[in-house]
Nanobody, 125 residues
Framework: QVQLVDGGGGLVQAGGSLRLSCEASGRTFSDDAMGWFRRSPGKEREIVAFIDWTGLNKRYADFVKDRFTISRDNAKNTVSLQMNSLKPEDTAVYYC??????????????????WGQGTQVTVSS
């Protein structure tokens, strides 16, 4: 069973940066594709970024392209999300998620079988 521990959130002013991290245990990390999702107040959880097991295939939601970067370190069992040029609308609880990599891009939360506890990101205007 996979355990994910995510963190790195906080309060930041618009235009600022944060780096979220997620550490995995309990399963071979390099077998998994990883995703970052977020849930904003009043909204459903949505995909932010995806990375396959190799780290070579990355996908981003349109609303974060060119601002956020997902990366992973298979030797350390970690996945990160570098968030730059943050906007107030990025305020949300962010979650890392894992699923067995099947070679396809997965953006639906039901496709993931493990989740971090979530970390709050608040961007003030």
């Amino acid at each position: 069973q996979v355990q994910l521990v995510d963190g790195g959130g906080g309060l930041v002013q618009a235009g600022g940066s944060l780096r979220l991290s997620c550490e995995a245990s309990g399963r071979t990390f390099s077998d998994d594709a990883m995703g970052w999702f977020r849930r904003s107040p009043g909204k459903e959880r949505e995909i932010v970024a995806f990375i396959d097991w190799t780290g070579l295939n990355k996908r981003y939601a349109d609303f974060v392209k060119d601002r956020f970067t997902i990366s992973r370190d298979n030797a350390k069992n970690t996945v990160s999300l570098q968030m730059n040029s943050l906007k107030p609308e990025d305020t949300a609880v962010y979650y890392c998620a894992a699923r067995r990599d099947d070679g396809t891009y997965r953006y639906i939360e039901d496709d993931y079988d493990a989740w971090g506890q979530g970390t709050q990101v608040t961007v003030s205007s």
